[in-house]
Nanobody, 121 residues
Framework: QVQLVESGGGLVQPGGSLRLSCAASGRFVTIDVMAWYRQEAEKQRELVAS???????IYADSVKGRFTISRDDAKNTVDLQLNTLKPEDTAVYYC???????????????WGQGTQVTVSS
């Protein structure tokens, strides 16, 4: 099993910054993709940003130029730097990793418990 622990959410004023962190632990041999999703109340969960083991990054159009995703494979962590935050960024942010238990199997997706980000004056 893989456990994910997220941290860094909170309340921030518009234009402010936050940094979210997610640490993976448990039984796996490698992590392929690491990502952050978010979900607003009564809306579907959406991809915010993802990063592959090769370093390729994808961002939602709404966060391009403001958010930056990074990973540290030595620590099995993925961070999301949120800059120039807007009220519409308010949501619960979830960490997701695609981890493999063995080298010859496909990865499974694992989710964190979510961390609240609120952007308000």
């Amino acid at each position: 099993q893989v456990q994910l622990v997220e941290s860094g959410g909170g309340l921030v004023q518009p234009g402010g910054s936050l940094r979210l962190s997610c640490a993976a632990s448990g039984r796996f041999v490698t992590i392929d993709v690491m990502a952050w999703y978010r979900q607003e109340a009564e809306k579907q969960r959406e991809l915010v940003a993802s990063i592959t083991s090769g370093g390729q990054k994808i961002y939602a159009d709404s966060v391009k130029g403001r958010f930056t995703i990074s990973r540290d494979d030595a620590k099995n962590t993925v961070d999301l730097q949120l800059n120039t935050l807007k009220p519409e960024d308010t949501a619960v942010y979830y960490c997701m990793v695609g981890a493999r238990k063995n080298w010859n199997v496909r990865s499974n997706n694992y989710w964190g418990q979510g961390t609240q980000v609120t952007v308000s004056s």
